[in-house]
């Protein structure tokens, strides 16, 4: 992924602007979860966290446990910006 790509999601990320308020810890990651629903580059956000192991915060509806289970289950996936970019597609013509 490059840098310009990069950019080019965050740019349009529902978040973009906030304060790191939305990425909390423990109970408080309900919250920020909700606020990912609708946002327009969620599944390029999750693809972020997943394909660079990040492990705090809520990326794309995910809390930090649920994409460590989530890479535990399917370690076969060598890009999850790839097989997310195809659920998008999928998601988009329905």
Do not use: Y
């Not at 606020?35 to 390029?44: A, D, H, S, T």
């Not at 995910?62 to 076969?76: A, G, V, Y």
């Amino acid at each position: 992924m490059t840098a310009i790509h990069h950019e080019d999601w965050t740019a349009r990320a529902k978040c973009k602007g906030t304060t790191d308020a939305l990425f909390p810890e423990a109970a408080d990651q309900k919250r920020a979860r909700l606020f990912c629903q609708g946002c327009p580059v969620r599944f390029e956000c999750l693809a972020e966290a997943l394909d660079n192991r990040i492990e705090w915060g809520v990326w794309g509806g995910m809390t930090e446990r649920e994409r460590r289970q989530l890479l535990r289950q399917r370690s076969d996936i060598v890009s999850w910006s790839d097989v997310l970019t195809g659920q998008k597609r999928a998601h988009a013509a329905k």
